[in-house]
């Protein structure tokens, strides 16, 4: 079964700065990835994925997300920034029709 | 994009009762819809997943007696509470794949707050 690791439980960053969070997965053998924002007392939405092609995707909000199958990483980046990105983030992958959550990051962004 | 509808989205019950909370899919069909678990600061637990006219799996250490799936359609699955006690106040989420594309993305619903007392 895969596992899903997301290494930063917290990231807070200043307004108008770069993030980056973090997922790491345990097998590249023909996986989907996503990442999924839950804002609070809310379900998940969908920010991006990668099903297949371009390795660099890009989402909603301005976030973009890199697929690196050699490190087995999909790391999501958001070069600047706002309040309103303060939310629970989740990297998400699928294979063989089952689907597995990482721990979930929790982004807070300082004014 | 798909959408799951998830009703309620808050619901107080007392202790002893059942509750049940439905996850329509608005605009297609789903051929397979999971219930998920969340704790406070926590990822997704994965309860059970359940296929269109067949019995729900069950993930270990989730009670099918407490926790009743029915998936009557490809576009509705409930899940019912039953004897609701305090410990099982959280939130809870059902997600759905489309038959179109069951390998890839799944649409969740809102979340229900349940809130025993």
């Known amino acids: 079964a895969q596992s899903v690791t997301q290494l930063d439980s917290q990231v807070p960053v200043f307004e108008e700065a770069p993030v980056e969070l973090r997922c790491n997965y345990s097998?590249?053998?023909?996986?989907?990835l996503f990442w999924y924002v839950q804002y609070p007392n809310q379900g998940l939405q969908l920010l991006l994925k990668y099903l297949s092609g371009s390795t660099l995707v890009k989402g909603i909000n301005g976030f973009e997300a890199e697929f690196n199958k050699s490190q087995t990483s999909f790391h999501l980046r958001k070069p600047s920034v706002h309040i309103s990105d303060t939310a629970e983030y989740f990297c998400?992958?699928?294979?063989?029709?089952?689907?597995?959550f990482g721990t979930g990051t929790s982004l807070t962004v300082i004014p | 994009g798909a959408v799951v509808s998830q009703h309620p989205s808050r619901v107080i019950c007392k202790s002893g009762t059942s509750v049940k909370i439905e996850c329509r899919s608005l605009?297609?069909?789903?051929?397979?819809m999971f219930w998920y678990r969340q704790f406070p600061k926590q990822s997704l637990m994965l309860m059970a997943t359940?296929?269109?006219?067949?019995?729900?799996?069950?993930e270990q250490g989730v009670e099918k007696d407490k926790f009743l799936i029915n998936h009557a359609s490809l576009t509705l699955s409930t899940l019912t509470v039953t004897s609701a006690h305090p410990e099982d106040s959280s939130f809870y989420i059902c997600?759905?794949?489309?038959?179109?594309?069951?390998?890839?993305?799944?649409?969740f619903g809102q979340g229900t707050r349940l809130t025993v007392v």
């Open positions: 605009d297609f069909q789903a051929t397979t």
């Open positions: 998400a992958v699928s294979e063989f029709s089952q689907f597995y």
């Open positions: 097998s590249s053998v023909s996986v989907y």
């Open positions: 997600s759905a794949r489309s038959i179109q594309a069951p390998n890839t993305e799944a649409f």
């Open positions: 359940s296929n269109e006219g067949s019995k729900a799996t069950y």
